[in-house]
Structure formats: C-alpha cells, structure tokens
C-alpha cells in the first residue's frame, strides 16, 4: 500500500514534466513566426506605398533648379555686327505643377493599386490557411506515428515471446529448428519496422519543429485531433464564396480592368497647372515668372503607347481564364475529397470489423500452436494480419482528416476554431 502512495505523486511528476501541445498552440505558433507570413506582411505594406505612389501623380510637383556657369560666351547684336563677350552668370528657380486632368489615367492607377492591397491582403490570409494546412499534417502524423510505434512495439514484445518459447520447445523436443529460426527472422523484421516508424516519427517532428520555430520533445504529448476533426457538410457554393484563392483572382480581374482604362487613357496626354518663378544672372540680373495651363498630347511613342493598351488587354483576357481555370481546378478537387471522404468511411468500418476478427482468429492460432495443432506459419500470419489492420485503420484514419484539412483550407480555414 505505501508503494502504490509513493509512486502516484511520481507519476503525476512525469506527466506535468512531459510536454503538452497542442495543435491550435501550433497553428498559432507557425502564424506567427513563419517566414512565408513574414514575408507576406511585407508585400501587404509593398502595396500600400504602391497607393501612394500611384496618387503622387494627382499631389503638386514641387522642383527646385539652380545652376552657374563660371564661363559663357554671351553674344551681343550691336549695329548690325554680332559681338561676343566672355562672362560668368547663374540661375536658380522653383516650379510647381499639378495634374488637372489626365482623361482618368491617374485615378485607374489609383483604383488598380487600392485593388492590389486587397489581393495581398487575400494573399496573405492564404498563406495562413495554407500554413495551417500544413501544420495540421504534421502534427497528426506526429501522432499517427506515435501510436505506430506503439502497436510495433507490443507486436515486438510478442515476436520476442514466441521466439523464447520456440527456443524452449525446440529443447523439449516439440518444435523444430524450422519453427525458431522463423521467429527470429520474424522477430528482426519487427525491430526494422520499429526503427522505420522511429524514424519517421523523427522526421515529422523535425519538420513540425520548423514550422513552429521551436525544438520538440522527445516525449511530447499530443492530443488525438484526428478523432475531432469532421467535415460539415459544405456544398461546393459555400467553398467558391470563401475561397481566398478565388477572392484575390477576382480582384486581379478588377484590378486589370483599371490598367487597361489607364492604357487606354494614355493616347489622349493630360493637362497640367504650371507655375514657375526663377531669378538670373548673366549679363543681366532679373526675375522671371511664369504661370499658366500646359495641355501634352503624345503625338508618336515609337508605338509603345499602343502596345502597353494591348498588354493590358490582354493581361484582363488572361485573368478571367485564370480565374475560370481555378475555379474548375477547385470543383474538381472538392468532388475528389468527397469521393475520398465516402470511401475513408467505409474503409475504417471494414478494417475495424477485420481487426476485431483478426484479433479473435489470433487468440486460437496461439492456443491452437501451443497445443501443437497449428503450425508458426499460421501463427505468423495470424500476427501480421493483426497488426496490419491495427495499422491500415491509423493510416486510413489520417488520410480521412488530411481530406478534411485539404477542405478546409480551399474555403481559407486557419485553426480549428475557424
């Protein structure tokens, strides 16, 4: 009685130092600290300053200009004779000019870089969903893994039985050689396969362990998200109208309508208010002021007005049928993970009957070889369709959550409390 007192406290001592983590601590932990959310930040304030810049066309345009020259010929008309004379002079001088009307150029570009930020925004809420995605997968297989092991092992503890037991019936005389070197064989096989679940085991954790941006333990423990994950229902409408992906290629056409506007805006030039004042020096000193309205029209570009409209024509053809190929590829998708979706239900009913028979099948091969009435190839085979259904109903319960992830992401789903 005061062992079992004395060891409770120390169980509970290794479970608080074990660590604990879940998978919204590590959704949360990717969002924040991933590069490729670093990275997509930056873009959401690249297209900010390019608002900025696109409205600097339609602000005042306010330029100083200074000049001196220590050596000028200046050349002076005198009784119908041209004289020259050698001197030094300078100029300096301010202009202002503000964009009065430019046929809407300025203001498609204005509405093209506004559109711009939206689908950076949408970008970078795809990048989330898509990160979380990933992250989802490896913490399940984190744990998919961790419960391979486990069943390995138990399997390795039976192989390690049975070949003892082989080894004392060999002595007795009840067993042939046959029977314990095929438990060996047996037994080595089950180590190899414990070391490849290991290993994979070690590298899903690396792999998670980058994507949080922080080391993991050895003996983490994890909860069973795979159970909890479930799929709603959602039709294939509900997914198009939350798509991210789909949310920013529509943008992309808006935002490609306005640069062809703009392109189009460009023949027909601008006009401009101009107001100047400067103050010379050469042979005379004086001011000079100017003010006034210019009108610029682009009479030939060397063709290049006309092609910058044609690429942006094209570029909108172009966005429409990458926003329709999508569209398509996401359909298509969704009906695959739903056909899947149907299938993992079957298949893990089916494999959790067989395990319930394989397992019922097993017990008497083992009574039956002890007895001498079942050979080790039975026994064998007993065992390893045992384990194969134990494993087959993990890795099937894996792929149904992975299709269930893959859903949520294509309607941009971040966490599990989304």
């Known amino acids: 009685m005061k062992k079992t007192i004395f060891l409770i406290p120390l169980l509970l001592c290794v479970e608080l130092n074990a660590q604990i983590l879940t998978l919204n601590d590590c959704i949360n932990k990717a969002l924040t600290t991933h590069p490729d959310i670093k990275k997509s930040l930056l873009q959401i304030e690249h297209s900010k300053q390019g608002v900025e810049i696109a409205k600097a066309d339609y602000r005042p345009q306010l330029s100083l200009s200074t000049e001196y020259n220590p050596k000028t010929t200046y050349v002076l008309p005198t009784n119908g004779a041209f004289n020259t004379i050698e001197g030094k002079g300078w100029q300096m001088g301010v202009t202002v000019q503000k964009r009065i009307w430019d046929f809407s150029k300025t203001s498609s570009n204005i509405e093209a870089q506004k559109l711009q930020e939206q689908i950076s925004n949408l970008s970078f809420h795809d990048v989330q969903a898509l990160l979380a995605y990933k992250v989802k997968l490896q913490y399940e297989l984190i744990w998919v893994q961790q419960e391979a092991i486990e069943v390995r092992k138990k399997d390795l503890e039976s192989k390690e039985e049975l070949y003892k037991q082989a080894q004392a019936l060999r002595k007795q005389g009840l067993k042939t050689k046959a029977d314990e070197m095929r438990f060996l064989s047996s037994l080595y096989l089950t180590k190899d396969n414990l070391a490849l679940s290991n290993a994979n085991f070690d590298k899903a954790q690396m792999l998670l362990s980058l994507y949080?941006?922080?080391?993991?333990?050895?003996?983490?423990?994890?909860?069973?998200?795979?159970?909890?994950?479930?799929?709603?229902?959602?039709?294939?409408?509900?997914?198009?109208?939350?798509?991210?992906?789909?949310?920013?290629?529509?943008?992309?056409?808006?935002?490609?309508?306005?640069?062809?506007?703009?392109?189009?805006?460009?023949?027909?030039?601008?006009?401009?208010?101009?107001?100047?004042?400067?103050?010379?020096?050469?042979?005379?000193?004086?001011?000079?002021?100017?003010?006034?309205?210019?009108?610029?029209?682009?009479?030939?570009?060397?063709?290049?007005?006309?092609?910058l409209e044609e690429q942006a024509y094209l570029n909108k053809q172009s966005a429409n049928l990458e926003y329709n190929s999508k569209v398509l590829a996401i359909k298509e998708e969704f009906q695959n993970l739903l056909i899947d979706l149907r299938h993992y239900e079957v298949s893990i009913g089916s494999k959790t009957v067989q395990l319930q028979a394989n397992e019922a099948t097993k017990e008497v091969v083992e009574a039956r070889y002890k007895e001498g009435l079942s050979t080790y190839i039975e026994l064998l085979d007993a065992i390893g369709m045992t384990q194969e259904s134990e494993l087959g109903i993990l890795e099937t319960k894996y792929q149904k959550s992975s299709a269930i992830h893959r859903l949520e992401y294509l309607e941009g789903k971040t966490d599990e409390n989304y």
């Open 212 to 307: 949080i941006n922080e080391p993991i333990a050895s003996d983490v423990q994890l909860e069973d998200s795979i159970s909890q994950s479930s799929w709603q229902g959602k039709d294939i409408e509900h997914i198009l109208a939350n798509s991210p992906t789909l949310h920013a290629l529509r943008t992309d056409i808006d935002k490609k309508e306005f640069n062809y506007k703009s392109a189009k805006a460009s023949h027909y030039g601008s006009i401009d208010a101009l107001a100047s004042y400067s103050r010379q020096d050469s042979l005379n000193e004086y001011d000079s002021t100017v003010v006034g309205i210019t009108f610029n029209i682009p009479i030939y570009s060397g063709g290049k007005t006309t092609a």
